[in-house]
């Protein structure tokens, strides 16, 4: 088949397993992120992807072809690091080149790449600079540059937006993602930014513990997340237990939800979104009853945080900031949980 | 860093000592070479002031300007060896297990903890017919009777280079450790092998700190004057072993200093012109 396909992967540093039976199968002009906190093997993944990391066991086939074995420099892959690693005593024109360079190409094919690659990260007529002489946000694009003058099969991104300002990087994401569809160019991207993820991928893999959790597009990832995990790492979730009754009617503390196809018997976890909740006095057939713990104006948001008894932590509920609040701190409300939203996880 | 001047006098309080301490020790000796080099010998170490130039035109002979390009030879070929050695071994160095890197710190101090003396005879020694290599080389075949190679050349360049290469190694290190090791990854990433990454890649990254310690080797290696006398024939005796020689044996202070005014000067030269040609190309 076409695409990248890593099949069974293991790698271990000694008795620590940094990755753990990793299977992924990705189409060629998808753009992945590998999404997780920090320490998941999301780097590691991405570093054997490369070949600078040797695996454990497993494959990796790229076209059906196995490259496992295959040196990182005869693999072809462009791939910007979290340090840029730009070549420091190279002008930005000659750390572009440089691939083109070492393969022998002539002084006009380089610098007729040079200019073509630094338009496409509209950057013209800087070819002459020095690396130092750049901005954090330029360099950025001069490392992608430089990743792409090999026109390469892959394109692989370990967390090279991280040490940008928020703004920046959220103007970055964007780019790299126009870029991609633009060259149609398959890429990885590691990221521990579930806003970075949501931006860019066509398919996000969230990982933990070396493990894969979930591979799904953004939205269902936010959806359906597949566990509680997952749930709570994407985004902000309200995970809550509860006893099955028949009917479709949870007990949870503080009150009961009804959400349809629950078997009865037995313990059910659920996540609902906070803007998924809405809160009113009365108690309804699907609400849970708490105090108002804190309430805060994000700007664009209100965020109410709801103390229910026998919940570890605060429910909690955004809803527009036009709407009128006819509670206080203190006050005790029931927070409506609509079953159609509730996702219940294994 | 603050680089604001103080604000009164009581602000440079501070710099007395230090600035005490240069102008003793450094100015003041340095000062009176300059001057004594002038000045008229009359024999056993004593000399009359009377300012002439008669040592500066006793120094421009082909002896002198011989035994000058010999200094020069011995120093460019040690500082050429020693990086050619200390640079990789650093990179290696700095590329090895934390453990090791510190056994190999440690032996490296320690070779600095030995003097100049000690190193030179255990050099002749291994050199020796009696009791060096050659004989190892025998037992192995390689040779057919036992040979001595100190005093020689080759004998002298090793020792200076052993000194030597712990310096070298001990001011790459703490620079090659700081490099960003992802520097080399994009490279094998970019499509070059591994050994070819160390030749195009990290050798040229660190072209300014290869000629700083260079230039550091080649100075030092300047003013060594018993491995010259220890390993070395006379005709491999430099600048620095005439200096010592018209100082201590001839009792000359006055020549000696000239020849040692000289031979700063000279070294000065040299150096501002590779700093101001290294300048240069960074400019370009």
């Given at each position: 088949m076409s695409g990248l396909a890593i099949h069974q992967l293991n790698k271990a540093y000694g008795p620590v397993n940094a990755l753990s039976n990793i299977s992924l199968s990705v189409a060629?002009?998808?753009?992945?992120?590998l999404l997780g906190p920090s320490g998941c093997g999301k780097s590691t993944l991405?570093?054997?992807i490369a070949g600078l990391e040797a695996t454990t066991s497993g494959k990796v086939l790229l076209d059906g072809k196995?490259?496992?074995e295959v040196p990182?420099?005869?693999r072809d892959f462009g791939m910007v690091f979290q340090s840029l690693a730009l070549f420091p005593h190279l002008t930005v024109g000659e750390n572009i080149a440089y691939p083109l360079r070492i393969r022998g190409a002539s002084k006009e094919v380089q610098d007729r790449e040079v200019q073509r690659l630094l338009d496409l990260v509209h950057l013209p007529g800087v070819a002459d600079r020095a690396i130092t002489q750049l901005s954090g946000g330029q360099r950025q694009r001069i490392a992608i540059a430089r990743a792409l003058a090999l026109k390469p099969k892959l394109f692989l991104l370990d967390e090279p937006m991280s040490a940008l300002d928020a703004k920046l990087r959220e103007a970055m994401q964007v780019e790299v993602k126009r870029l991609q569809q633009e060259l149609g160019?398959?890429?990885?991207l590691v990221t521990h930014d579930q806003r970075e993820a949501m931006t860019t991928a066509d398919l996000v893999v969230v990982m933990s513990g070396g493990v894969i959790q979930q591979i799904a597009p953004p939205v269902e990832i936010y959806r359906s997340p597949a566990n509680a995990f997952v749930a709570d790492f994407i985004g902000v979730a309200n995970l809550i237990e509860g006893d099955a009754k028949a009917g479709g009617r949870v007990v949870v503390p503080g009150g009961q939800v009804l959400i349809d196809g629950v078997a009865a018997g037995g313990k059910v976890n659920f996540s609902v979104r906070p803007e998924d909740l809405t809160l009113q006095s009365a108690a309804g057939d699907s609400t849970v009853a708490g105090t108002v713990a804190f309430i805060r104006h994000l700007g664009s948001s209100l965020e109410v945080n709801v103390s229910v008894p026998g919940l570890a932590k605060d429910l909690i509920v955004v809803m527009s900031p036009r709407e009128h609040l006819p509670f206080d701190l203190g006050d005790t409300v029931n927070v409506h949980v609509p079953g159609s939203a509730c996702v219940v996880l294994r | 860093m603050n680089t604001s001047r103080p604000q009164n006098l009581t602000g440079y309080v501070p710099l007395i000592l230090p600035a005490v301490v240069l102008v003793?020790?450094?100015?003041?000796p340095f000062g009176s070479m300059i001057l004594i080099s002038f000045y008229k010998n009359l024999g056993g170490g004593l000399y009359e002031e009377i300012l002439n130039l008669d040592n500066y035109r006793r120094l421009i002979s082909p002896f002198f300007v011989g035994l000058l390009i010999a200094s020069f030879g011995l120093a460019l070929a040690v500082a050429a060896i020693s990086i050619v050695i200390a640079f990789p071994f650093s990179y290696l160095l700095v590329n090895s297990p934390r453990s090791t890197q510190v056994v190999w710190l440690i032996f490296m101090l320690s070779i600095l903890s030995l003097s100049e003396s000690i190193i030179g005879f255990a050099w002749s020694t291994i050199l020796s017919r009696t009791a060096g290599v050659s004989n190892l080389l025998v037992f192995l075949g390689l040779l057919d009777r036992p040979a001595s190679y100190a005093p020689g050349l080759g004998a002298l360049i090793a020792g200076v280079v052993y000194t030597a290469i712990p310096y070298a190694v001990l001011v790459l290190y703490p620079i090659l450790s700081r490099v960003d090791p992802h520097i080399e990854e994009a490279a094998r990433t970019l499509g070059t092998s591994p050994l070819r990454t160390f030749f195009i890649v990290v050798l040229p990254m660190q072209r300014n700190t290869i000629v700083t310690t260079f230039l550091m080797i080649l100075v030092f290696t300047l003013g060594t004057y018993l491995m010259p006398q220890i390993l070395g024939r006379p005709q491999h005796w430099t600048l620095s072993v005439a200096?010592?020689?018209?100082?201590?044996?001839?009792?000359?202070?006055p020549f000696a200093a000239a020849l040692a005014v000289f031979l700063v000067i000279v070294t000065l030269l040299i150096v501002g012109t590779v700093v101001l040609f290294g300048r240069k190309e960074n400019a370009s």
């Open positions: 060629n002009g998808q753009f992945v992120c991405l570093r054997i196995d490259i496992t990182a420099h005869l160019i398959t890429t990885f | 003793m020790f450094f100015v003041v200096i010592s020689d018209q100082a201590l044996m001839q009792s000359n202070i």
